[in-house]
């Protein structure tokens, strides 16, 4: 292991999703957040990666013998610890001001988070020398498992945009159900891409192609209809 190693995995991992990030807040580039919360969210997101991989381990010797039920709890696992350091640490402040920023906190986290995961998934094919196989494994990371960590949680973010002006029960219902979708999402993508086959690595990247461009409507019709000032503060699920 080598200085050079690690500032690959690092790159490798990183760069993705700040390209990923870039494009994203270009979306709403007329009204942009502090670049100090974003990038405090984006750190949020990498250190859930460390705070779930010991969870992961348990399930995975828990469940073992059941992959379905290893692929279920990693996706409730990781979307959970997300929306629970977004709600915890971000969404809460007064910068959070307009209902589509609940989308772009939401994803941010998840670039973070999605930029930590890859950095280790790079790191073992790194270290025993296998340049072509995680410049590959980057690729696919940055098509796929990247943009399902971004739609996932943003599934969770719509749910409370266009839930801004329900009363607190309706929000947490709102944000159980936006949860639920995420998870699913997580999980289906998952179960296509650990089963061997073009078929099934197609359909995942299908999946959540299709999903993404779901996203993108749904974050131009937030726009559109103006979901902007929250008509009070209200206190997040």
């Known amino acids: ?107 941010t986290v998840a670039l973070g988070f999605a930029a930590a995961e890859n950095m280790l998934f790079l790191f073992a094919p790194l270290v025993d020398g296998q340049i072509a196989s995680s410049l590959f494994t980057s690729d696919l990371r940055f098509l796929g498992s990247t943009l399902l960590h971004v739609v996932a949680s943003a599934a969770i973010g719509f749910s409370l945009a266009f839930s801004v002006r329900l009363h607190p029960i309706g929000r947490m219902s709102a944000a159980a159900l936006g949860l639920i979708l995420a998870v699913a999402l997580h999980t289906a993508f998952n179960t296509l891409i650990i089963n061997a086959g073009t078929s099934t690595t197609l359909a995942a990247f299908f999946l959540i192609w299709m999903a993404a461009v779901i996203f993108f409507a749904a974050f131009e019709v937030l726009k559109y209809f103006q979901y902007r000032t929250l008509p009070n503060k209200i206190t997040n699920p």
């Open 1 to 107: 292991m080598t200085l050079t190693t690690l500032g690959f995995a690092f790159l490798g991992g990183l760069l993705p999703s700040l390209i990923w990030l870039y494009f994203l807040l270009k979306e709403d580039a007329k009204h942009p957040e502090p670049k100090s919360l974003i990038t405090f969210a984006f750190i949020v997101g990498m250190l859930a990666v460390p705070i779930a991989l010991p969870f992961e381990q348990f399930t995975r010797a828990r469940f073992e013998g059941s992959s379905m039920s290893i692929l279920l709890s990693w996706a409730l696992i990781e979307e959970v610890l997300k929306y629970t350091a977004a709600a915890s640490l971000i969404l809460w402040r007064n910068a959070v001001d307009e209902a589509p920023d609940y989308v772009i906190y939401l994803f």
